[in-house]
């Protein structure tokens, strides 16, 4: 089956510090791959994706490579902002459909 | 991007009541629909798959009876919670896929659902 296990939060940063987010997943056939970004109270966001192995995915500075070889989709940003808390969701689909989640980053940013 | 209208964003009822929420895709169809619950500093947790014209596939331990879902139309899919209890208390998300399906889900903004 597919699954999706993501770095362990919470995360603190100090505004500007560098961001890594890490996401391993399992599953079978080729899946495409995605980040989602939940802010308190809301819904998911699609932050990005790649579809096929070496894409990178990209929005908002934040950037993600899709690595076959490792089975990785790590999320990262150069410089953090304040307006990046929020929880971050690595996720993957064989289907097309039906998405499996990893269980989430919250990420805080402090100024 | 594509848009999903989820609505209410709140919601308070007593025990032993119904609420339906509504799950609209504004700007595109959407021939599959999916409900997710999500408990307090976790992961989304999928309740059931809504086609539409079709009967909803639920997920293991998900009971029908109690989450009644509808997909009448290319762009709503309902979920009805049925005789509520406190213990139904939670966030209720919905999602949508557009064509391709491999460009990902988009999202309503939730339901927050209490109990009293």
Redesign the interface.
Known sequence: GNSVTQMEGPVTLSEEAFLTINCTYTATGYPSLFWYVQYPGEGLQLLLKATKADDKGSNKGFEATYRKETTSFHLEKGSVQVSDSAVYFCALTTSGSRLTFGEGTQLTVNP | ?AV?S?HPSRVICKSGTSVKIECRSLDFQAT?M?WYRQFP????M?MA?SNEGSKATYEQGVEKDKFLINHASLTLSTLTVTSAHPEDSSFY?C?A?RA???????????T?LTVV
Request: hydrophobic letters at 40%.
């Open positions: 991007g999903v989820q599959t999916f500093k976790q992961s989304l999928l798959t998300i999602s896929i391709p399906a491999n460009t990902g889900a988009f999202f309503g903004q939730g927050r």
